[in-house]
């Protein structure tokens, strides 16, 4: 019997020599040197090109995407500020209009190699009108993606009237996760309890956690410290991720080198967004200023997992992105000084094999036999040529079937006076 599906002459990531990859009732049942005797339904040729796992936008705000403008810009570039305009985007609202928006921006990061996305869902809205749209696109979309869906209190869990209860009831209509945002309540006291509260229903439905923490430049927002003491004393090891903790930029090192450790003693992730991170901090200084981006390469050194968001895609925070995880990467890249060869190396599997172990599906997530054939062509021969590139991505791949494809573009040089027949194709590599 013929394979669905055959790739021939594909580039592995961290594999030396090409590969034939064959993939049978959406799975890969094959991956060899060679196939010699193989035939197949279908067959690509994948010409060196780099054959990837789908990249993973670990952290992203579906229910905002698209609103840049409404009502109005983001004018001072700070966090608070689009906090307030997204508070006078909310009550305008609807259904479809959250659909609509969300299906175009997964679209969007589908098209670009994105195969997992974790949204954050703003649960501060007594009818949770946001949530119920994109609980009907995380089954809408299935096909093409994997949608997780967390329960975000925006204004805060205890400073937000009946909080508990709507972050309760997010849970029970079907959030995969618990989320919280323990530096925005209007207390120490009560950003400590948005902590316990965020695992004590974690405890209750048995769901992993994701917080936005200590997003913010001050170095005395210390609710990351609170994260992982609770993780250890609740024994929630491995199911815990802080968002963002930009204050780690600010914090001395003899306190980050205390909580990197502890961090990694709670086997927490950590997740940057270094779109919103670089733009959103930093906004109080004069000069110095400082990058907003949490310690990406110190964490990586002290054993914590750390994995990459796009977060905002043209809303009230970001006014720009199309969805391209990729070019977070090259950003984090630049941003965190991981420009060796090595390092170049590591900031590709914080889209990829690390972003899978802080949504937890790396059981059956990555190119290997008998996994679901999820995967993306890119018109770039490896990772380093990849984040230098951010090329094409040729052919996008779900459990075998493909959802995506996008053809290179091309260059023409010539001389002065030279005819297209006799001018040189540019490519980059």
């Not at 810009?73 to 508070?87: A, C, F, H, K, R």
């Not at 494809?405 to 540019?426: F, H, L």
Request: glycine share 8%; aromatic share 8%; net charge negative.
């Amino acid at each position: 019997m013929p394979y669905d599906l055959l790739i021939r002459h594909a580039q592995l990531p961290n594999r030396q020599g090409l590969v034939d990859i064959a993939i049978q009732d959406g799975r890969f049942v094959r991956i060899a040197p060679e196939l010699l005797n193989g035939s197949a339904r279908r067959e690509i040729d994948a010409a060196g090109h780099l054959l990837s796992p789908p990249f993973i936008d670990a952290h992203v705000h579906l229910d905002a995407v698209l609103t840049v403008g409404q009502p109005r810009y983001n004018e001072t570039g700070t966090l608070l500020e689009g906090i307030q305009i997204w508070s006078e985007r909310k009550p305008d609202l609807t259904h479809e209009d959250v659909k609509r928006r969300a299906l175009e921006a997964i679209r969007w990061e589908v098209a670009q190699g994105t195969g997992y996305i974790r949204s954050h869902v703003d649960v501060c809205d007594p009818k949770l009108t946001a949530l119920r749209a994109l609980l009907e696109v995380r089954e809408e979309v299935r096909d093409i993606c994997e949608l997780q869906l967390v329960a975000f209190p925006q204004d805060g869990i205890l400073s937000f009237p009946g909080g508990r209860e709507l972050m309760r009831k997010a849970m029970e209509l079907g959030c995969d996760i618990v989320g919280g945002i323990p530096h925005y309540e209007w207390t120490r006291d009560m950003g400590v309890e948005d902590v316990h509260y965020v695992f004590e229903l974690a405890k209750e439905f048995q769901r992993d956690i994701d917080c936005h923490c200590d997003e913010t430049d001050d170095p005395h927002s210390r609710f990351t410290e609170v994260m992982a003491a609770d993780t250890l004393m609740q024994g929630w090891q491995g199911r815990v991720t802080a968002s963002h903790c930009t204050a780690m930029g600010s914090y001395d090192n003899a306190y980050s080198f205390k909580l990197i450790r502890l961090l990694a003693q709670a086997q927490m992730n950590v997740i940057a967004n270094p779109f919103d991170n670089i733009v959103l901090q930093g906004r109080f200084d004069s000069y110095p200023k400082r990058r907003g981006v949490t310690r990406v390469k110190e964490l990586l050194a002290g054993g914590v997992n750390v994995s990459l968001g796009h977060d905002s895609i043209m809303d009230p925070w970001f006014p720009l992105g199309r969805g391209d995880m990729l070019a977070a990467a090259q950003q984090a890249l630049f941003l965190c000084h991981m420009s060796g060869y090595e390092e170049i190396q590591e900031i590709f599997e914080l889209i990829t094999n690390r972003a899978a172990r802080t949504l937890r599906v790396q059981d059956r997530y990555g190119i290997d036999e008998g996994k679901p054939a999820d995967f993306l062509l890119l018109d770039a021969p490896s990772a380093f040529e990849a984040l230098r590139l951010l090329p094409a991505r040729l052919h996008v791949f779900k459990a075998g079937h493909e959802v995506a494809s996008t053809a290179p573009a091309q260059s023409i040089v010539r001389r002065v006076g030279e005819n297209e027949g006799t001018a040189v194709t540019y490519r980059p590599y």
